[in-house]
């Protein structure tokens, strides 16, 4: 699988490119921001754009949306339940000092359980809501894309507008820290780190966290 990790944007938002080696059909998920330069990457390595994802629809993980579909006329997906998130990015992005370009509607809205398939690559859809009510990872091939659910070492806020605190933490020790626990895990903010790693020493998901 090929990963490719761009920090984007005032927030450091990492978006993935992530593409099937043999047909280079390519998955971007959460496009935060400078649209050019992810575009310019993909070209660059030869890939073929074949779906969007956001994670959520907080305004630091859609800002580039508009400009790759405009550009490439992909398919765009996220949960449903941060649909009306989506509509007040400029919104969300004002009360942080920062600009926000609105993003399009989805073309399709993610169930748990979906599976999304990239050339010969397969992801299973997450529904993880606590950080937001659409909150989505995405898991396949040893790899977990974990958007703004759980990062190296801690989770996601859940003091913005709906968060809950208890839901998330339910949800990651459920449902994310079952897999394998040699499983990648990439966040949507800092560096990578393993389920094991998790499970051994994240305080809001081994038990120290009450």
Do not use: W
Not at 16 to 22: D, N
Not at 34 to 42: M, T
Not at 192 to 210: K, L, R
């Amino acid at each position: 699988m090929i990963i490719k990790t761009l920090p984007v944007g005032p927030l450091q938002v990492n978006c993935y490119i992530v593409a099937c080696p043999r047909t280079k059909k390519t998955l971007i998920i959460d496009p935060g921001d400078e649209a050019e330069q992810i575009l310019r990457v993909i070209e660059q390595e030869g890939l073929e754009p074949k779906m969007l994802v956001n994670t959520h629809a907080h305004f630091d993980h859609v800002g580039g949306n508009r400009a790759i579909l405009e550009k490439t006329g992909i398919e765009f997906c996220m949960h449903k339940d941060d649909a009306p998130m989506l509509k007040q990015a400029s919104r969300q992005a004002a009360s942080f000092g920062l600009p926000a370009v609105e993003s399009p509607e989805p073309s399709r809205f993610l169930q748990n359980g979906d599976l999304l398939e990239i050339g010969d690559l397969n992801f299973e859809v997450i529904h993880t809501p606590g950080h937001s009510p659409g909150g989505i990872c995405l898991y396949g091939e040893g790899h977990l894309f974990s958007g703004d659910t759980l990062f190296a070492g801690s989770i996601g806020r859940t003091d913005l507008p709906g968060g809950d605190m208890q839901q998330l933490i339910g949800h990651v020790r459920s449902q994310l820290m079952v897999l394998p626990a040699s499983t990648v895990v990439h966040p949507g903010h800092g560096p990578e780190s393993t389920i094991a790693a998790e499970q051994s020493s994240n305080p809001f998901v081994n038990g120290d966290y009450v």
